[in-house]
């Protein structure tokens, strides 16, 4: 007997989520950043070009991605880092803001020269929380595919850049650091006090009519709970978040199309002098940040480099920077990135 068509979806969504499992080990091996989301959306890109017929996950595994990645996210908050940005609050929020000016600028200039439309050229272009702004992007009208390719081009291209202009230019040890991960409860209680949140915070961001609410009502109970350093928000558990990334990872590649290849071809040029130009201007605002608050100019580039936040730590560890400002700077952006892009989506599609 054939077996049923919700039958062969959940085994062709389990036969994935294995060989995600097995590119993400491999992908660990050589060193990417965000291993589980490339290979999700690695080899749903492959699925979508080779499968006959189309698949989708299902709706709900989503959404629950959505809120681990908002905890994810909200964990970053910590005492510490709120503490340096009281510091520094005002050279690192006229830095943070001419970062999200330059940003919608190029994106802007993106859809000025190429055929993709306003909002998805800027959600592509916007630097912070490149996990969050690919999971929502859809639900606030741009094109997910699109913003996910020139979204994690750019963090592609910082991992690449990042440890040579560290060496060349500000005389730095280009070596990745070890990131605490997990905290030091029992995984069970960090889990569940995980799952809780993110089920909770995305009920109260739909009752608050939040955009986005899976995404930033998790991210906003947590952060507020890790800025009173809740014990248990220590750190969220490397499985759920490998799970997350990978799940957006693996929507994103598999709604790609040949139709949406011919697109990625005219926009690739652009989309990668922009990209180019936005981390060479990020570096000048770096420097600014260093003559502005004494910091050193190494503190200043880490902290406002446009993207691949995990990484950027990881370097900052290894590299001898001030890591708590490079954290607090690089939470603020992605903190204000993510907010910012409701209302700007909103804004672009009225006009």
Known sequence: MRASRPGRRA?????????????????????????????????GLAYAFV????????????????????????????????????????????????????????GLLLARFTSVDRTTATFGMI?????????????????GRLVAVLQYLRVLLIVVLMPIAVVVVFDGSGAQGALADGGS?????????????????AWAGRLAHLPAPSLLGPLIITAVLAAFDVPLLEGVPWPLTAAAFAVIGAQVGLRFTPDTLKTLRRVLPAG????????????????LLSELTGLSPLDGYLATTPG?????????????ADGTVVLAVQVLRMLVMLLAGPPLARLLRNR
């Open 185 to 201: 409860h029992p995984w069970p209680l960090a889990t569940l006090a995980v799952l809780a949140i993110a089920v909770v915070g």
């Open 308 to 320: 691949g936040i995990f990484v950027v730590l990881a370097v900052a560890t290894g590299s001898g």
């Open 127 to 143: 630097a912070g929380g490149a996990a969050g702004i690919v999971a929502v992007s859809d639900e606030l009208g741009a094109d």
């Open 11 to 43: 085994l062709r969504l389990l036969l994935l989520a294995v060989v995600v499992a097995g590119v993400a080990a491999l992908l660990e091996l050589a060193g990417l950043p965000s291993p589980h989301l490339f290979a999700g959306l690695l080899v």
């Open 272 to 287: 990668l002098a922009l990209i180019v130009g936005l981390i060479v201007v990020s570096g000048g605002l770096g420097v």
């Open 51 to 106: 499968a006959k017929d189309e698949l989708r996950t299902p709706g709900w595994l989503g959404t629950s991605a959505q809120a681990v990645i908002g905890v994810v996210m909200g964990v970053l908050v910590q005492p510490d880092t709120l503490g340096t940005l009281a510091g520094y609050w005002l050279p690192i929020t006229l830095i943070t803001l001419a970062t999200l000016l330059l940003t919608v600028l190029a």
